[in-house]
């Protein structure tokens, strides 16, 4: 929905449908990416990838492999070239590493409409295994569940209730990283070995409304080099629940035209593999709002006024929020 600013990229991709005569298409492609993180994290990230996918011709099933070249690069400061102006926990992870994985995403996609569902609903589920010869080693899964219902359909048409579920678990293998520094008691880098590069966020109008894009979760202190309100740090493990009551727009015209209301409750949490199970379930963030939906052949549009319910002393929340996406709580 604000994805990063990139000041380079580059990708070549090769398609080859109908792969050997089975029924997927063979996917090749080579990417040079140039991204900034500094409004969020105070680094920029350069990375390079080849990458190679098969995905079969119904959408269930994608299998993939690559490898990927990664470099953080902190923030200099304008005043001294020769000094950072990131966090000591950016800096650590301000070397080069190299990620090979396997990868493999199954979807059961049942929705009446991708970016504006009324009904149906959708089960996908991804995995990512990293390591083989490279400097990371993870094993990474994520699970995406949506239901929607429609309701009062002999008295108001086109209302429905929609529930959303994400869960996601980085479980580093092996690799030791310094820390760094010891900004915070919570911080995601702190007794952790995964990459800032492969870290789950949280935050932002598809995700958790009520909150900036990467405003949740682990964060240095804003007394310290780095980002204003501190450098966002990812996290390990995560999880965001939501409730939606999706009504007709007001407008007739604008009703026939696609746009929604909403009403909606959501609440999640962004931590350290080592964080224990309460601190993930009783630390979490809430909100409640309303917005207008959008759907679009390139992705959902959602213009959301929330009040935040519960948050941390260091998140970073924004009432009003106007975004777009392709997955969405």
Known sequence: SYGTKSTAATRVDVTKPRFRGLPFTLNVSASHNTASRVVYSSYDERIQALNAELRHDGGRHVFG???????????????????????????AQAKPSLKNSIRYTFTNDKRDNAYGPTSGSLFQLSSELAGFGGDVSFAKGQLRVQQYVPVFESVLPDVSVGMSLNVGVLCPLGQTMSPGGQDSKDDAAVGSSSSISDRFWLGGPMQLRGFHHKGVGPRTSPKLPGAKGGDALGGDVTWSVGYSLGLPFPHAGLHAAGFRCQLYANAGNLCAYETSFRTLLYGARASVGCGIVFPTPVGRIEANLSHVLRANSRDQQRRFQLGLGMEFL
């Open 65 to 91: 492999m690559g490898t990927a070249w990664r470099d953080v690069i902190p923030v200099r400061s304008e005043k001294n070239e020769f000094q950072y102006a990131a966090s000591g926990l950016i800096i």
